[in-house]
C-alpha cells in the first residue's frame, strides 16, 4: 500500500457519494433540457431523423458475388430527398413514364403512411445516394413531400451486383418487358456474355429473353408513348408490336425513324387497341404491305371418336386407336369373359 495514499473517513465517503449524487442529476437534467431543446428547435421529421440515426441501424447483405456487404439505414428529410438522391444508371425502372398511373398501386398506402419500406443505395463520393432500387417510393416521397428511409452501402457495388440486386429485391411492381430488356442488355454489354448465360443469370427461358430484347432494341419510345399504357402494355399489343416493328427493321431501318418520327408529334390514343390499330395501319402505308400475324399455335392431335366399354376407354384418331383402361378395371375378370366366350 503507498504510503501516500489518504485514507477516507465514514464522513468523507458519504460526502463524495453526495456530491457524485447530485453531478448524475445535474446531468440528467441537463440531458432533459438538451432533448426538450431539441423538440423545440427540431420538427417531428427531423426528430424520426436523428433517432434512426442514433439507433445505428445496420444489416449485411450476401450478393451474388459472394462477399457480404454492410448497409446502413438512415432517413433522409423530405427537403432533400430530390437533391441528395439519383437512380442509378443500372436500374431499369423508365424514369420518364413514373406517373400517378404507374405508381397508382402505391400511391395511397404512402400518401398516408409514409414510406415505409427503405430503398436501397450506393452512398457516393459527393455525398448523394445512389438508387439501387425504389424509384418509384422515391418518386412518392416527392411527390407527397415526405422524409425516403435509405439503406446504404459505402463500398463500391459492381455492375453484376447491382443487376442481381434489382432482379431479385424489388418489392412490388414487376419491371415490363421494355425494363428487363434494358437490364439483360447493359448485363450482355458489361460481360460480353451468351444467351445461355443471361437465360440462366435471370431464369428465364429463351422465348422470354427473345421478347425482353425486341420489346426493348425494337420498339422506339415514340412509339411506346402513343399507347395509353406506355412502356406497361400488355401482351397481346406488345407481342403485335414486335411482329410489325421486327418487319420494318428487316424492310428498311430507315422506315422505323420515320414512323418513330411521325410518332414524336402525336398524342397518345385513348386506348392501347387504338394506337396499335394506328400503328399498323402507317405501316401498311408505309411499305404497302400487310404485317404479318403471329401465327397460331397448332392444336393437339384430337380424336376423330370416342368411346367407352365397360371400363376401357377407346380414341379413334387418323392413323391409330388408343386404348385406356378405367383404375377400377379388372383385366383378370375381363380374361375370364374372353376365355369362356372363346370356349363356347
Given at each position: 500500500?503507498?504510503k501516500n495514499?489518504r ?6 465517503k458519504a460526502?463524495?457519494?453526495?456530491q ?5 442529476e445535474?446531468?440528467n437534467n ?9 423538440e423545440?428547435v427540431?420538427s417531428?421529421?427531423?426528430?424520426e431523423?436523428?433517432?434512426?440515426e ?8 450476401d ?5 457480404s456487404?454492410r ?8 427537403k ?5 438522391t ?22 395511397d ?8 419500406f ?22 412518392e416521397?416527392?411527390k ?5 428511409p435509405?439503406w ?15 432482379h ?10 421494355y425494363e ?6 447493359a ?7 451468351d ?7 435471370f ?20 412509339i411506346?408513348?402513343?399507347f395509353k ?13 414486335i ?18 418520327g ?8 385513348e ?6 390499330d ?6 401498311i ?8 400475324s ?7 392431335n ?9 371400363g376401357?376407354?377407346l ?7 388408343k386404348?385406356?383402361l378405367?383404375?377400377n378395371?379388372d383385366?383378370e375378370?375381363?380374361?375370364?369373359v ?7
Open positions: 500500500m503507498s495514499r485514507i477516507l473517513s465514514p464522513e468523507d460526502k463524495i457519494a453526495q457524485t449524487q447530485q453531478a448524475l445535474n446531468l441537463n440531458k432533459a433540457g438538451f432533448e426538450m431543446l431539441a423545440a427540431c417531428p421529421e427531423q426528430l431523423a436523428n433517432k434512426v442514433n439507433e445505428r441501424n445496420v444489416q449485411s447483405i450478393l451474388c458475388s459472394g462477399r456487404v448497409f446502413y439505414k438512415t432517413l433522409l428529410l423530405s432533400d430527398v430530390e437533391n441528395l439519383v437512380v442509378d444508371d443500372l436500374n431499369p425502372r423508365s424514369q420518364e413514364h413514373l406517373t400517378h398511373d404507374t405508381t397508382s398501386d402505391i400511391d398506402s404512402i400518401g398516408s403512411s409514409g414510406v415505409v427503405g430503398v436501397w443505395a450506393q452512398l457516393m463520393p459527393d455525398g448523394r445516394y445512389s438508387l439501387i432500387d425504389g424509384s418509384r417510393r422515391r418518386y416521397a416527392i407527397h413531400g415526405l422524409p425516403l435509405i446504404y452501402t459505402r463500398e463500391e457495388l459492381t455492375t453484376a451486383e447491382k443487376i442481381s440486386f434489382i431479385t429485391g424489388r418489392l412490388s411492381k414487376s419491371f415490363s418487358y428487363n430488356g434494358r437490364m439483360l442488355c448485363y450482355q454489354d458489361e460481360f460480353g456474355i444467351i445461355d448465360a443471361a437465360c440462366k443469370m431464369s428465364i427461358s429463351k422465348p422470354t429473353y427473345s421478347r425482353q430484347i425486341n420489346a426493348y432494341k425494337l420498339i422506339p419510345m415514340s411506346y408513348n402513343l399504357s406506355k412502356i406497361d402494355v400488355g401482351n397481346t399489343e406488345l407481342f403485335a408490336l411482329t410489325v416493328m421486327r418487319g420494318l427493321h428487316d424492310i428498311d431501318y430507315s422506315l422505323v425513324e420515320k414512323i418513330s411521325m410518332a414524336e408529334q402525336m398524342e397518345s390514343f386506348s392501347d387497341s387504338k394506337a396499335l394506328w400503328v399498323k395501319k402507317t405501316v402505308e408505309l411499305t404497302g404491305v400487310e404485317p404479318k403471329r401465327k397460331k399455335k397448332k392444336k393437339k384430337e380424336p376423330v371418336s370416342q368411346s367407352v366399354i365397360g376401357i376407354k380414341d379413334q384418331y387418323d392413323d391409330h386407336i386404348i385406356t378405367d383404375k378395371f383385366i375378370r375381363l380374361y375370364e374372353l376365355k369362356t366366350n372363346f370356349e363356347k
